[in-house]
């Protein structure tokens, strides 16, 4: 991938990073919230649905976190100079591809391989 295009995706990414860094600073900040307001509640029905929304917080925290780490990756890749490589069988990974998931790690058909062998990973796919 030529340089250009590499920068390309580079600022898609650092803008992506901001974007979810930004996200998850917040799930945090809404979940540590309601432990903070949780002081001296005792209505039961409150209370749970406090615990309900709480947990959609915090996963939703955790999701974004993960996607932080797989922007993270994708700009060390960038730095390594494999970025647009598949892991898997080396091939470059279509432009289209990346430009709809720039975080994408394999080609399509080693996605689908690899989705199929485990089938838990819920990366996003085309
Ligand atoms: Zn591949």
Redesign the pocket.
């Known amino acids: 991938m030529d340089a250009e295009k590499i920068e390309h995706f580079r600022g898609i990414l650092m803008k992506q990073l901001r974007q979810h860094t930004q996200n998850v600073r917040e799930s945090q900040a809404s979940a540590l919230e309601m432990v903070a307001a949780d002081d001296g509640v005792k209505d039961s029905v409150d209370m749970s649905l406090q615990d309900v929304n709480q947990e959609i917080q915090l996963r939703l925290g955790e999701r974004e976190s993960q996607i932080v780490a797989d922007i993270d990756q994708a700009l060390l890749r960038i730095d390594e100079g494999s970025y647009g490589e598949?892991a898997?069988?080396?091939?470059l990974i279509p432009e289209k591809r990346l430009e709809a998931v720039p975080t994408a790690r394999?080609?399509a058909?080693?996605q689908t391989f690899i989705e199929q062998r485990d089938g838990t990973d819920d990366a996003p796919t085309l």
């Open positions: 598949c898997r069988c080396g091939k394999y080609d058909e080693c």
